[in-house]
């Protein structure tokens, strides 16, 4: 494999202030990102708070279904003691969503390895599983190819209600037919099969969003130690009740500088990432699966729709008895993960980060600091056609992503244009509407009302020419099918629906194409978090 490293593609105006000037940002982070940062914040952090017994025996509990490994038992023993994780997470797609989830576990499992080196202490990579969202069109679906054209391909079995993606089963044959269809759509490869059947056997016992991804992911990073946890797990939200108390308790303060502290970010032009209400809880309430968002009004704590309503001391009972019954949103998640794991560095997207620039003062609310917010990894794939092609026709990746392959596609199309014919047909167009025009008044002369027609007739002959354009067009486009087709492939495989390629495509069609030690290969390429997209070759 070989890598390149470029300048982030496609950033937004705040993520590419936090990736080139992150120091200008200190009024909403308590650290930059480098080696200095991750040094103090091992040193200046008091991670004796942690819950460290209790912790591993529900990582345990949870990870078991999937299998633990000798390296995540060794994770786990170290976790006990004076270990420090480096966390990231996901939402759990089906086939784990796009190619960033891969991403970002692999930030996880490289930034904790280097760390360990340099720290000289236990730093354990943690894979956090957003199970206990419910907003499941979110991850219902992957892309597929459909004559040339990637397509939004959507599990088709509907759901009644919103519900936890940890709690939305799915009916396996149904599943299975899904995936067929999926696979049936990639190309017929030595490893297609085996590939499959390894797909398949991973719904046993999986039923679930969460349990399926968290059983393909542990098949990908257990050799790699990675720990996994779904954050919507019972054992774990009892672990979290102390937690949850604190929440209701200082739920009005919170949801005040919340609010303070996202106007300040969108004066500073970074817009408004979560959209927060001075009325917020910042948490849901769980009622057979669906979570319900509440707010706050009048001392109470409520959710109108559904006819909910807590006064404080009824929300903080429910959180000493019955934790599992309280679910976190965006703001109290990050705070949350911070109060139980003994974090040293938390890997984030550009979405992600830009939340988090809205709580440096609500960390500092339970008397905490951020962690060190890392960049994840930002990484393209370039496959030995699409190298092929981007030499033939002297590309860069670069050209892709500036729309230099799309300009000139066109350019050659152009080329093989007969100008003249488009000139003629404009001609017979003008000079048509001109003679009805002409034919129009005449008529109007001798006091015979046909406008009407004279209009109807016009546009019919219009339509003509149109219908002769399109023909022209399409049989052109058809003649210089087999070219055209070229410059297709390399943005459809690089830039795919105009963004990013990690941003669409499910890792499964990579291992597809390049075998089962696909993901392995892609933790060996020497990554460095330095806010540079990774291209690698293979």
Known sequence: ?????????????????????????????????????????????????????????????????????????????????????????????????????????????????????????????????????????????????RSRKLQKFVYPQKTKIKKMASETTFDKPFMVNYLTEIFQSLPETLYTKELFSKVVHHLDDNSTYTDFFSALMNDFFQEEGLLLIDAAYEPLRKLESEYFQLFVEKSTELAEIVFEKEKEFENAGFGTPIQTKESAAHLFYVESGERCLLERQDDMFVHEAKGLSFTKDELLQIATNHPEKLSNNVVTRPIMQEMVFPVLSFIGGPGEIAYWGTLKTAFELFQMKMPVIMPRLSVSVVNTKTQTLLEKFSFTIQNVWDGAVEEAKLQYINKHRNEQIPALIETIRQELAAKYEKLEALLTDDDLKLSPLVQKNLRYHENQLTFIEHAIDDTLLGKLDASIHRYDRIIMELTPNGGLQERIYSPLQLINEVGADFIKELLEVPYEFNGKHHVVYL
């Open 1 to 145: 494999m070989r890598l390149e490293q470029h300048t982030q593609p496609f950033a937004s105006l705040f993520y590419k202030k936090y990736l080139e000037d992150t120091a200008s940002l200190t009024s909403f982070f308590h650290y930059e990102w480098n080696q200095k940062a991750l040094n103090k914040r091992l040193q200046e952090t008091d991670f004796s708070k942690t819950k460290r017994l209790e912790l591993v025996e529900v990582l345990t509990t949870y990870m078991r279904k999937f299998g633990i490994s000798k390296k995540s038992s060794e994770h786990l023993e170290e976790l006990k003691d004076n270990g420090v994780v480096v966390i990231g997470g996901q939402q759990a797609g089906i086939l784990t969503g796009p190619m960033y989830s891969i991403h970002k576990a692999i930030s996880v499992i490289t930034l904790a390895k280097q760390q360990r080196e340099k720290l000289g202490v236990p730093v354990i990579p943690v894979f956090w599983i957003a199970g206990e969202d419910h907003d499941i069109d979110e991850i219902n679906h992957v892309y597929i190819e």
